[in-house]
């Protein structure tokens, strides 16, 4: 019942907040290992942390911008290979990407990726990735979720 109570009023308390303050709780420090250089970033919006999904990091360093997406289902680690995410209808293809290895049980790719390509997952998000045959279902929730954090990352940059 505590918990019902904390939940009713955290989600009171968010639905408060403006627009630019939700953004705010998307914020995060993060990286971007770069040609064995390890870069901090200017700009880092990441979704929420949630056991066993997809978690996405957009971040622009000098100009360009990544997509970090962290997986609990598809682990090869090192291994090179094509990586294919369909937001909705549409689908795009990345040529020899590594999977790299987040912690003992999440792994990571890092996309270089266009501004326009930011602008496809706020409107349709992410809603399956795969990676060498093997395919992990995002959530309608976090899915949603994507559709916010790039939202926010793109007003962000154009307030720059």
Do not use: W
């Not at 627009?19 to 064995?36: G, L």
């Amino acid at each position: 019942m505590l918990k019902v109570r904390y939940c009713f009023l955290y989600s009171l308390l968010i639905f408060t907040f403006s627009f630019s303050q939700e953004c705010e709780r998307f914020v995060s420090t993060d990286s971007v290992n770069i040609n064995e250089s390890s870069y901090t970033k200017t700009l880092s919006l990441k979704t929420p942390y949630e056991e066993g999904q997809i978690q996405i990091a957009l971040i622009s360093l000098h100009g360009k911008y990544y997509l970090k997406i962290y997986t609990f289902k598809i682990l090869y680690f090192d291994l090179i290979s094509s990586l294919e995410i369909i937001s909705e209808n549409m689908s795009i293809v990345f040529k020899d990407v590594r999977m790299f290895k987040a912690d003992h049980q999440r792994g990571v790719f890092i996309l270089n990726v266009q501004k326009n390509y930011i602008t496809t997952l706020k409107n349709h998000g992410i809603t399956e990735i795969i990676f060498n045959s093997l395919k992990e279902s995002v959530p309608k929730k976090t899915s949603k979720l994507i559709r916010q954090v790039s939202s926010c990352f793109l007003n962000q940059l154009n307030n720059q």
